[in-house]
Nanobody, 126 residues
């Protein structure tokens, strides 16, 4: 079973940048599509970005398109989320997730993911 551990969250001013990392364990990581979601207090969990098993395909939620970039390094078993031009409304707990169905290209709904990290807090001050 793959286990996921996020890191890189913190406090940043509006307009700043952060890079989140998600370190995975498990031999079959390279066959999994990976995603990032976020959840702000009192709100539903929101899709942020997904990357295909090979890294060749990415897809973003409308609220982060053009500002965030998802990437992966299968050799390091790590997925990244580069967040630029951060806004106060980006404040949330960010979760990394794995879709363990092999060789998926685009997985955008949270019920399709079956492995989740513990989350990392991102706070953007105005």
């Amino acid at each position: 079973q793959v286990q996921l551990v996020e890191s890189g969250g913190g406090l940043v001013q509006a307009g700043g940048s952060l890079r989140l990392s998600c370190a995975a364990s498990g031999r079959t990581f390279s066959s999994y599509a990976m995603g990032w979601f976020r959840q702000a207090p009192g709100k539903e969990r929101e899709f942020v970005a997904t990357i295909s098993w090979s890294g060749g395909s990415t897809y973003y939620g409308d609220s982060v398109k053009g500002r965030f970039t998802i990437s992966r390094d299968n050799a390091k078993m790590t997925v990244y989320l580069q967040m630029n031009s951060l806004k106060p409304e980006d404040t949330a707990v960010y979760y990394c997730a794995a879709d363990s169905r092999p060789f998926r290209v685009r997985t955008t709904t949270d019920d399709e993911y079956d492995r989740w990290g513990q989350g990392t807090q991102v706070t953007v001050s105005s």
